[in-house]
């Protein structure tokens, strides 16, 4: 790889890490207000006499697809399988986007990539603050679906500035900004959205308080994050002289794009029924809930910031996957809240590992100038598991019950261990020198 001097490679990552931060604090303000805020919509557009609505349309045909189940589903969830909805949605366009923002980084380097998402977050969130009917908040989530590229980015700009020691406690950084985030993010986001500042639009404030993060994330971009494409950052004199030699593959990014899918298709299923099985089993309320929620981020932080940094990212997988099978087993049986909080341990080492522990042998398999849409297009594997998870387990969930739905689940996830311990290999270099790296990196 392209040498990348100390002092550079610590001003990029400080850039990275307040950049993804300051991003995914603004994308997690919306998470707990998504049942009031579509609650809002429903409330003025959904009614007997608004028919005719583009939101009473969604609302007619969520009600056909609960009356197909032979187990009735409560009213009460009419707004999170919209909710739901909306997030897979998000997350097929993310499909979508990702490999073509990753190739357009490839090829036209990554500061210029990460600003042009950028511009089409600022959009996104502007039409947010602007939703005063259901129609115009669809489009902020489409538009911001087929924008979002800061993480995937941010990942392919540490890769370039890692050697292959320190890759992997790079990529555990921004899981850590992951955690951090989504620990205090939503619970900042709910206390904006109490705060009801225009009358056609009560969550206006905290989608204000969002636009100004990112904002402010973009002008911090502009003027501090250099270009770290290796083909964009050589002399002239290094652009002519003999390309880089070819990467030797150790696993194949068919492999490591299934692997993703299969673990986010159970994973975020999995995520997005846990409030419903709470309230079944517990009847959490959503303040209950935010705490577990946050209880999980918290730990996944702790782990990221002092254990994943510290592993190899075939070890770090290895074990994720297999934390997340025993998650599964329990969360099919559990009857008490100590052992709910026990599989939510599960469930927070699960977060804090896979998908960086992919990511950083995502990068070790591609060359410097293919390693944006080899990352993208991992993402966009994973993103499409994401996106269809919710939906096809929840029908089980509904169909079959609990202990169904985490079996199902738990044989899927087995699958994936199977592929982590048996498919995948460890790349030459990725735990080379581990100890010395690990002490430059401290």
Known sequence: MTSVEPSTRKRVLKVIFVSLLLDLISFTFILPLFPKLLEFYRNSEAGPESQSTLLARIFGGLNAYKSAFAKPIDSRYDIVLLGGALGSLFSLLQAIASPVIGHLSDKYGRRAALLASM??????????????????????????????????????????????????????????????AFTFGPALGAYLGSIATVAANPFA???????????????????????TLPKKTEKTAAKNAAQPAAVTRTNSHFLLNLVHFSFLLFFSGMEFSLPFMTYDLFQYNSAQNGRLLGFVGLVASILQGGVTR??????TVQIGVSACLFAFVLLGRINTVGLLYVAATCLATTSATVVS???????????????????????????????????????V?????????????????????????AGL??????IKKKAKSEKKEL
């Open 310 to 315: 510290r592993l190899s990212p075939l070890l």
């Open 205 to 227: 404030t905290a989608a204000s308080v969002s636009l100004t993060l990112i904002v402010a994330e973009t002008v911090y971009l502009y003027l501090a994050l250099p270009e």
């Open 119 to 180: 511009t089409g977050n600022i959009l996104s969130v502007l039409l947010w603050v602007m939703a005063v009917d259901f129609r115009t908040f669809l489009a902020s989530r489409i538009v911001g679906g087929l924008s979002e590229g800061n993480v995937q980015l941010a990942t392919a700009i540490a890769t370039d500035i890692s050697d292959e020691n320190s890759r992997g406690s790079t990529m555990a950084l921004i899981g850590a900004c992951f955690s951090i």
């Open 357 to 395: 522990g992919l990511n950083t042998l995502s990068s070790f398999e591609a060359s410097e100038g293919e390693r944006g849409g080899k990352l993208g297009i991992l993402r966009s594997w994973g993103q499409l598991g994401r996106g269809l998870g919710p939906i096809l387990f929840t029908s």
């Open 425 to 430: 290999k460890s790349p030459p270099g990725s």
């Open 397 to 421: 969930y509904w169909w079959a019950g609990r202990e169904v739905a985490y079996g199902t689940g738990a044989l899927g996830i087995l699958g994936v261990a199977i592929l982590a311990f």
